[in-house]
């Protein structure tokens, strides 16, 4: 061959790429409730049909670890067979040549200790394990297991108030899960096969925004039960659980140390991503069922509490992590240093600061450190910029809520780790001086920043907003009583709290700072658990049917994604930055739901994640 | 070029830089198995029984493709060695059929080199085939009248390429459909003519099992040959070869380390060189052709002799020595067309001398 050729090396390769997306939107889509093992045979299959051919261990050992390892997936697989599979995949991952042949055999190896307890049930129970069962992916994967694939389908018949009564069914602050969900229920969406995952919660946002929730009449309340349960703070957790126990029929007094309650939607996520009049829809929603008393301004200490916990049938702990964690370098006592949820909470009741001139840095790469950042840019200040430690998609911080940040105008000063605040005379802040850092192993799944060969760099700063984490105050609580384990509460899976008879506990102080949705669930989990030790098993109905399903439309389109008002207009007001969906897209989306309720394993015996 | 120190099994080397574990090891008389290598023309590290363990890193090395470097600390033999090796020759053994390792001292193949797998087989205490595979068996590539090719005794080693791309420079053997089915293309199938292959026999003498095979070997078994080296008589190159003879006759030879060849042969030399000397076709005798009948008749050397000095005298007598030209024979020594030479200048008195070692 001497001509030289500009097509592909292989001829198939451009077809490849495109097909590859269809293999991984496959693998992305893997149902909840999937065998592990059947998983891992799959991998291995994929790594065995990708060797070049070359070296023995790839090329011979892949397709013989594969196909000993089928006997496993099919359980007819004894211990013999593993120790071969165990010595096989170590040959085969200490000594072939390139990665695709030993990173095969590494993570068959690791998915030994990782599936252990699934290994151990197809080996000597020949079995899968019993919660290898596959549900509605939307549903199974929404914390609280809302009844998603309904109310979309409710959305898109036009019927916004029985949606709104349908995610109730579930979760009594659908106006906060429209706005600020981190929406796990889209990670593994079915649609996500055809094209593309649904935007749930742009279609819940639909619902809500056309049928406000505190509109929406409430399903009636069970008649009064006697009983009396406290809760103890007012965030998404309390409140929840006050809902659900209300709505059963018990009597609820909720505890507030803030002013008003909402928790975090109100002390921590600020109005430009939520509209403080769209959280108020829900709380009035809630408190419309009756038989909640709400006590605002009320810190509860550890006598209040063994008082309470002694007058009150039964209580709930949802306290949250409203401490901001300190960063102890020199200078952080001087003035001008905040922490980003005490600021976020002033501005929970109204006090904006007011930062015209001022530059300020942020220090963090959650979402907490966005929020404050774009909170400064709408206070004025002069510059604004988010110092972390570690790489831009190494941010906590949802994809999306950098990304606005970036167009608001906020600097990301990346791989930095702060060193010490510099004062002047008067001990106010004048600027962060910062080491940079060079992004190294993987440690745990992430890769961890050490200190880089070079200077350090200082940026001028009137202000630092220090966003390093949230604290729970659990010492009155530990007084009391309840067990902490490295600052959270210690709860069983049922909530209830560790060695304590009458006390239920969850939401952000029991799992350390976690999403709103969680919190929810959380607290729906403790109402059901608090029913039930009180001796009870109310059933609830949200009095709303699931429309019968269409037939699948497999035309492959695209996910309607919301769009933001132009960073240049929305930096400079409070006003809510998202805009919703149309009534066409609404329609467009709501069609392209599978209702994997009907269709798939939705149908069978134990498809579903449902309470009624 | 610079030398660096390294320590294999404790013993500490001098090397040059760039020198392989397995090469320094070699110089050392410290033994590490191979079966994919064969020196200059083979080092792709497909089978990993050649794996060393170097201190410091979490995974053993290919011994043949791993350059030494500076107060590298090597070790060749561990139990994890040796469990890898076995598993590797185990692995490699699953996919053929037994006669390509099982010792069978009647069958064994003839090559020096077509035995490798058996002896590694042996050395390491392979008797089954642990991952075996229900394969049906491929067909044979046999048209060619030299060589043939068993897939179903191929190791997928890639010798033979490296001996038809580097040593033959004919890059007619190639691998076919990578990956999990990675074959050989022998050219030896009913298309055999049409391909671009000499015949030339090296593939089949880098074979370490006898998949591609010279089909002489058939002829006869190991012991029952003599071996005899000696210098390929075919052209002027010179290369070394081994002569093997049984019961007095020549029945094969084989390419040997010679400065001029390297191990290497042409399809003359391999499979022409000795076919003459027992040919039919051979004359053994001086002949001298009869005037009347035209025929050519038996004669005695001084017959031949007489007549052959007795018809050049007279033509340099009547036309001069530059009427004669002498035209020796390339499968003779250098010695004789030396001193042929010679008697042409000094005797016939002419320098019109060639000879055919052009071929
Ligand atoms: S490990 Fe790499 S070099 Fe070896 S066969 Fe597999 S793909 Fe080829
Ligand atoms: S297609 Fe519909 S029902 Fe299925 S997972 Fe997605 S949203 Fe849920
Ligand atoms: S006989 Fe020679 S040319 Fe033909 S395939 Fe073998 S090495 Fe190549
Ligand atoms: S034919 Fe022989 S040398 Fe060639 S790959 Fe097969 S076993 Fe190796």
Redesign the pocket.
């Known amino acids: 061959m001497v001509k030289l050729s500009i097509a592909p090396k292989s001829h198939a390769d451009a077809q490849l790429t495109e097909y590859l997306e269809t293999y991984a939107r496959r693998i992305q889509a893997t149902p909840p409730g999937m065998c592990p093992l059947a998983l891992q045979l799959t991998l291995l299959q994929a790594s065995a049909a990708q060797t070049c051919g070359k070296c023995v261990p790839c090329r011979d050992g892949l397709p013989q670890l594969a196909a000993l390892f089928e006997k496993v997936v099919a359980c007819q697989a004894d211990e013999s067979t593993l120790t071969q599979i165990k010595e096989l995949a170590r040959m085969v991952k200490g000594s072939s040549d390139c990665a695709i042949g030993y990173e095969a055999a590494r993570s068959l190896l690791e998915s030994m200790n990782t599936f252990a307890g699934e290994y151990s049930s197809h080996i000597n129970n020949k079995v899968c394990t019993q919660d290898i069962e596959q549900t509605v992916p939307c549903e199974t994967l929404c914390p609280a297991h809302v009844d998603i694939p309904s109310y979309i389908a409710l959305v898109g018949e036009g019927d916004y108030a029985g949606a709104v009564n349908m995610v109730r069914k579930d979760n009594p602050f659908p106006t906060a899960c429209a706005y600020v969900c981190e929406h796990p229920c889209e990670s593994k969406c079915r649609r996500t096969l055809i094209d593309a995952p649904l935007n749930i919660r742009g279609i819940k946002r639909y619902a809500v925004d056309e049928a406000p929730v505190d509109t929406v009449p409430i399903p009636k309340r069970n008649p009064d039960t006697g009983r009396k349960i406290a809760v103890i703070g007012g965030g998404p957790s309390g409140l929840t659980c006050a809902y659900f126990l209300a709505q059963m029929g018990h009597a609820v007094t909720v505890f507030e140390a803030h002013k008003q309650i909402g928790g975090m939607l109100r002390y921590g996520i600020p109005a430009y991503r939520f509209p403080r009049e769209r959280l108020d829809e829900d709380i009035q929603a809630i408190l419309a069922v009756g038989g909640i008393e709400v006590k605002c301004e009320v810190t509860v200490d550890a006598r209040q509490m063994k008082e309470i916990a002694e007058t009150y049938d039964a209580v709930f702990v949802s306290i949250g992590a409203h401490v901001g964690k300190p960063l102890n370098i020199p200078g952080s006592d001087s003035k001008g240093v905040y922490s980003a949820v005490e600021l976020l909470s002033t501005i929970g009741d109204g006090n904006y600061p007011d930062f015209t001139g001022k530059r300020v840095v942020v220090v963090g790469g959650g979402n907490v450190a966005m929020d404050c950042a774009r909170t400064a840019v709408r206070s004025g200040a002069k510059s604004v910029g988010i110092v972390y430690r570690r790489r831009k998609e190494d941010m906590t911080a949802l994809a999306a809520e950098v990304e606005s940040a970036i167009a608001e105008g906020i600097d990301m000063i990346l791989l930095a780790a702060p060193v010490s605040i510099e004062t002047d005379e008067q001990g106010n802040c004048k600027a962060l001086h910062m080491q940079p850092q060079l992004i190294g192993p993987v440690k745990g799944g992430r890769p961890t920043p050490v200190d880089a060969n070079k200077d350090q760099v200082r940026i001028p700063a009137d202000i630092v907003l220090m966003a390093v984490g949230q604290d729970i105050v659990t010492q009155p609580f530990e007084e009391y009583g309840m067990q902490a384990h490295r600052g959270a509460f210690v709860a069983d899976e049922y909530l209830k709290a560790q060695g304590l008879e009458n006390v239920f506990v969850g939401g952000d102080c029991q799992t350390r700072p976690a999403t709103a949705i969680k919190a929810i669930a959380a607290g729906k989990v403790a109402a059901r658990n608090i029913d039930e030790y009180l001796g009870y098993r109310h059933k609830l109905t949200c009095d709303v049917v699931s429309p019968e399903p269409h037939a699948n439309d497999r035309t492959p389109m695209g996910r309607v994604d919301l769009i933001e008002r132009p960073a240049h207009i929305r930096k400079n007001d409070f006003e809510d930055v998202e805009l919703g969906m149309s009534l066409e897209e609404v329609k467009q989306e709501c069609a392209r739901c599978l209702r994997c309720d009907h269709y798939g394993c939705g149908e069978q015996e134990g498809g579903r994640v449902q309470y009624v | 070029m610079s030398n660096i120190k390294l320590t294999i099994d404790g013993k500490t080397l001098e090397v040059v830089k760039g020198t392989t574990i397995l090469a320094a090891a070699q110089m050392a008389d410290i033994k590490i198995p191979t079966l ?1 290598f064969l020196k200059d023309r083979s080092a792709i590290g497909s089978c990993r029984v050649c794996v060393v363990e170097v201190e410091g890193m979490e995974y053993p090395l290919p011994a043949c493709k791993t350059v030494a470097r500076d107060g590298m600390v090597v070790t060749t033999s561990s139990e994890r060695l040796t469990t890898y090796r076995r598993i590797a020759l185990d692995l490699i053994v699953s996919n053929l059929s037994e006669e390509a390792w099982k010792v069978d001292e009647a069958s064994s193949a003839a090559d020096t080199n077509n035995n490798q797998l058996q002896t590694l087989c042996q050395e390491y205490g392979i008797e089954t085939a642990s991952f075996k595979t229900a394969a049906p068996p491929k067909p044979k590539y046999d048209s060619n009248p030299f060589l043939s ?1 068993d897939p179903n ?9 490296g001996a038809c791309n580097s040593a033959a420079r004919n890059h007619t053997l190639r691998t076919g459909k990578k990956g999990t089915r990675t074959t ?1 293309s ?1 050219p030896f199938g009913k298309n055999w003519k049409s391909t671009e292959c000499e015949s030339c026999g090296n ?1 089949a003498q ?4 006898g ?2 095979k010279a089909k002489v070997k058939l002829n006869y078994q190991p012991g029952e040959v003599q071996t005899t080296r000696t210098t390929c008589p075919f052209c002027g190159v010179g290369c070394q070869i081994d002569l093997k003879t049984k019961d007095g006759k020549l029945v094969d030879v084989e390419g040997a380390n010679g400065p001029a060849n390297k191990g290497l042969l042409c399809v003359k030399g391999r499979y022409g060189s000795y076919n003459f000397v027992d040919s039919n076709d051979r004359i053994r005798t001086p002949l001298i052709k009869n005037k009347q009948t035209g025929e050519f008749e038996v004669a005695s050397w001084d017959e031949a002799l007489t007549l052959v000095t007795s018809r050049l005298s007279d033509i340099k007598k009547q036309h001069g020595g530059d009427s004669i030209a002498a035209f020796a024979c390339s499968r003779s020594t250098n010695e004789d067309v030396y001193l042929f030479q010679k008697m042409a200048r000094t005797v016939f008195e002419t320098n019109n001398v060639d000879n055919c070692a052009r071929v």
């Open positions: 994919c090719f005794l191929c190791i997928r080693c890639q010798r033979c390429v050989i022998a593939c880098a074979c370490p099992t998949a591609i």
